[in-house]
């Protein structure tokens, strides 16, 4: 394809080949046709990156979790387009429909199967994004995640079942199978798991249209609204997106296993998003300046949660007048749930489950692009008048809020603050050692509750997404799914005329990886010598108990 | 994925206590051959352990002239069929004619109708070669690949014309041929006994490389350790590409006593993909060493099941049921 084309019309083009009759139609009706409408209800209104957006002191607008829909269903749509006119020149195309089962004929619900799953990727995000997750993680509130975290599992099954039985029923019905099993691939694509590697790879992988798009989507807002990030960002612009797609395209192919294989410039070009997307987390996702912020939120939201879970009273005043749902009050603390149910089975499971349901009602009530700050002010009206916490807790998280507001209405900027309320400078440590880490400092923080949060937050791998395995069996093994093989040798000498021959593995991209954790300190009254003290005390316990520091503190 | 044992091949194969008997009759029974007789002796008869069968093998393979003796002439009747043939079946009613002329049976062929289907995945822990016979008689071609590296090479190979089924070998208690002539390559280097299979009309045991030598038949008959280790970088491999493949794990024919780090590599990779595992054997002497392996140390944690039938009986009726015919 000609690069030269602007974005959308490339798109087009594709989506007028993609129509099973041969008809120009735009994408819009393309997408329209695959996304049913229950998505964009819940998609709507969830911005991109939680809260950040207003951190920056700009509203989420466009920058939405289905606007990142639509641009992750472009791509795929193009992706797809291209391989499977590789896969039908090279016969494989019979040989895959086989591999799933599906008989000869079944080509385009294969596809729809795999943009569906695009389109629905993101369907398990509930508000606050990411944070929520990590929320829960650090009370150990996660069930046991089948590929993605635990919660976005359990909302993405429920929200499948609820929302798009009828979808399933006509492609069940179109493939010749059951709605369950068309169900179960889909949700299986989207979490990694499915067992068709190029599809996989295109749907969630450390590659896939997800990340493509967001790495674009989120340098191009970053570049409009702040220079927090710095200048080494990704190109951005319509024309130079689909120069980038064309060639990243340009040297991938199909092997006979279904691997996806990239060669070239391809492979050079996978190995340039896996970068920038290791850039972005380090500089700005999980950024000090970012992090000192959204740890605020994140005390107000864990509170909060752990108290309408686990108390009756609290559960009741939190969630009055949020519902029209009667049966929200009866079964939305823990006690009850497991009353009706009669039994204890996984209780993580029951916690993370009664989490998703409070946040779906919260969420519901208030459908603007400003969900999720009216959801947070929520919360801390509850916490406030919480009067069984002690006075120096509630003046915490008091501050925490008055902080919180201040920067959503631009009366201060991000910088400033963070400037404010961080104490000295982060604490570097080896990812391995984050979960060691973390106990050190779990008790810390309960110390010194009254007076300052403890960050503690580990760098992404390189290779991102995914399914990952775990053996337990001879030797301990995590490592990512092999759908993808790469060229041989370290990333940095892939180039021209390199020819895919082994698995994309951790190992591959050693080179990418930034293998550290990062704990702050963040003092929501502003940084003094009392925080400093704490700083310190987090350091030596550290130390103490055994963490490598990767550089040693130095003062200011 | 199937996952074949002996089991698969019974009745066409001779058992390692079909292979005792006939060293029962074939050594001596005097004071020289006195322990491999009674070792033997044990193995046909199902009560040897592991040490002994493989002490057995050690001595049987020893450099003595009359060892080496007997040891030709078992791999004659092995892979050619010669007198004194080795017999199979409770009774040892069965005549063997030689693992060259051996030919797949049913079973065989319903597990080739699935790989050449795309519908399933094979790794067999046997020698025979009898399932990439089937999949090569059934018309499609097939491959066996027998180390780390062939897995590796093949599914990472960019330019192949077509999907070619593999079967991949797990290296367990394995038969080997070696050239007995010192100055050729293969005496050196281990072939496969498949690798030999290709000509039905070969009548003795000519070395494929040089042509001069014979091959002489060995049998690696490791402790648990070197067993282990010996089979762990394959498995490994296969887990790394077909891990999100796989949504069963059939256990056909294995009767799990002498492969614990087998099973407890498969209930590992059950569990990390939660996908069921199901034992295919039919009741008998070891028909419950997978289930108490699993009632032992995944209950709770992997599903189960135990069907009880032998491969002739249930492969037909599970491909049946999917409706796969011959591609």
Redesign the interface.
């Known amino acids: 394809m000609n690069g030269a084309l602007s974005y959308v019309a490339e798109r087009d083009v594709v989506a007028a080949e993609y129509c099973p009759e041969g008809e120009r139609r735009s994408f819009e009706t393309c997408f329209a046709e695959l996304v049913p409408e229950a998505a964009r209800s819940i998609l709507e209104n969830v911005s991109q990156w939680g809260l950040k957006e207003l951190w920056l002191g700009v509203a989420p607008g466009n920058h939405s979790r289905w606007n990142h829909t639509k641009g992750a269903l472009t791509i795929a749509l193009w992706w797809y387009h291209h391989l499977n006119r590789h896969l039908t020149s090279q016969g494989l195309a019979k040989d895959c429909l086989r591999q799933l089962g599906l008989k000869e004929g079944a080509e385009d619900a294969l596809r729809k199967l795999v943009l569906l799953a695009v389109a629905l990727h993101d369907i398990g995000h509930l508000p606050f994004a990411h944070l929520l997750g990590e929320v829960l993680e650090s009370i150990n509130w996660v069930p046991e995640g089948k590929g993605l975290s635990g919660l976005e599992q359990e909302v993405l099954e429920a929200r499948l079942k609820e929302h798009f039985q009828g979808l399933w029923n006509k492609l069940g019905s179109e493939l010749s199978c059951n709605p369950d099993s068309v169900q179960a691939a889909v949700t299986d694509l989207i979490s990694g798991r499915h067992g068709l590697p190029w599809a996989q790879a295109i749907v969630n992988s450390p590659i896939d249209a997800d990340k493509l798009d967001y790495v674009q989507r989120d340098s191009e807002f970053l570049r409009s609204h702040t220079s927090i990030a710095g200048g080494r960002l990704p190109p951005t612009g319509k024309e130079q997106k689909a120069q980038w797609l064309t060639e990243f395209f340009a040297e991938q192919q199909v092997n006979h296993a279904g691997m996806l294989c990239l060669s070239g410039r391809s492979a050079v070009l996978a190995a340039d998003l896996m970068r920038d997307r290791i850039y972005l987390y380090d500089r700005f996702y999980l950024s000090p300046e970012i992090r000192a912020i959204e740890r605020m939120a994140f005390e107000l939201i864990q509170q909060f949660l752990i108290r309408a879970v686990m108390s009756e009273r609290f559960s009741q005043t939190a969630t009055a007048g949020t519902s029209s749902d009667h049966s929200l009050e009866s079964t939305s603390t823990l006690g009850r749930r497991m009353e009706a149910e009669d039994a204890v089975g996984d209780i993580r499971k029951l916690k993370c489950g009664l989490v998703a349901h409070i946040l779906m009602h919260l969420a519901s009530r208030r459908r603007t692009s400003l969900m999720e700050f009216t959801v947070l002010e929520h919360m801390y009206e509850m916490l406030k008048n919480e009067d069984s916490v002690d006075a120096g807790v509630r003046d915490l998280w008091q501050q925490c809020f008055d902080q919180l507001w201040r920067l959503k209405e631009r009366k201060v900027s991000i910088s400033e603050l963070a400037k404010r309320v961080l104490v000295r400078e982060p604490l570097v440590l080896k990812r391995r050692q984050y979960d060691l880490a973390l106990e050190i400092l779990r008790p810390l923080q309960h110390v010194y509750a009254r007076q300052a949060l403890i960050d503690l937050v580990k760098l992404p791998r390189a290779l991102g997404g995914g399914g990952r395995w775990r053996g337990r069996t001879a030797r301990k093994v995590d490592e990512v799914d092999w759908n993808i093989l790469v060229p041989e040798g370290p990333i940095s000498r892939w180039g021209a005329g390199s020819k895919a021959c082994r698995p994309l593995t951790d190992e591959a991209v050693r080179e990418l990886e930034r293998p550290y954790a990062r704990v702050l300190v963040v003092a929501p009254f502003g940084s003094d010598v009392h925080s400093e003290y704490i700083w310190d005390r987090v350091r030596a316990a550290l130390l103490e108990g055994g963490v490598e520091l990767v550089r040693r503190a130095r003062r200011a | 994925m199937f996952v074949l044992g002996a089991g698969v091949s019974y009745g066409i194969v001779p058992l390692l206590k079909d292979i005792g008997a006939w060293f029962v009759q074939q050594l001596p029974n005097d004071d020289q051959h006195k322990k491999a007789h009674s070792l033997a002796q044990n193995l046909a008869t199902g009560k040897a352990s592991r040490g002994e069968v493989a002490e057995l093998f050690s001595l049987l393979q020893s450099e003595k002239k009359e060892s080496r003796e007997i040891w030709r002439r078992f791999s004659e009747a092995f892979l050619l069929g010669s007198d004194p043939k080795i017999t199979m079946g409770e009774q040892g009613q069965t005549p063997f004619d030689g693992l060259l002329k051996a030919n797949p049976s049913e079973g065989h062929g319903r597990l080739a109708t699935l790989a050449a289907?795309?519908?399933a995945w094979i790794l067999s822990l046997n020698f025979d070669g009898l399932t990439v016979k089937a999949l090569i008689e059934g018309g499609a071609a097939g491959v066996a690949l027998h180390s780390a590296e062939d897995v590796?090479r093949?599914?990472?190979?960019?330019?192949?014309p077509?999907?070619?089924p593999a079967v991949i070998k797990v290296r367990g208690d394995v038969f080997y041929a070696r050239c007995d002539n010192s100055l050729c390559p293969a005496a050196a280097a281990e072939q496969a006994l498949d690798r030999l299979m290709r000509d039905p009309a070969q009548s003795d045991l000519r070395c494929p490389s040089c042509h001069e030598g014979q091959l002489l038949l060995q049998f690696l008959f490791p402790g648990f350790r070197s067993k282990?280790e010996a089979a762990?970088p394959i498995l490994?491999e296969a887990?790394?590409?077909l891990?999100?493949?796989?949504?069963a794990i059939i256990i056909v024919g294995l009767s799990g006593r002498w492969d614990r780090?087998l099973l407890?590599?498969l209930f590992?990779?059950a569990r990390?993909?939660?996908v069921p595992v199901l034992d295919v054997k039919p009741n008998g002497e070891d028909a419950k060493v997978i289930e108490s392996f699993w009632q032992t140390y995944f209950k709770g944690r992997v599903n189960f099941h135990f069907i009880n039938a032998t491969a002739e009986e249930w492969l037909p009726e599970f491909c049946r049921k999917?409706d796969w015919k011959n591609p």
């Not at chain 2, 093949?154 to 192949?160: M, P, Q, R, V």
């Open positions: 289907n795309h519908a590796r093949y599914f990472s190979t960019l330019d192949a077509k999907r070619v282990e762990y490994w887990r790394g590409f891990g999100p493949r796989v949504s780090y407890e590599f590992d990779w990390e993909r939660e999917f």
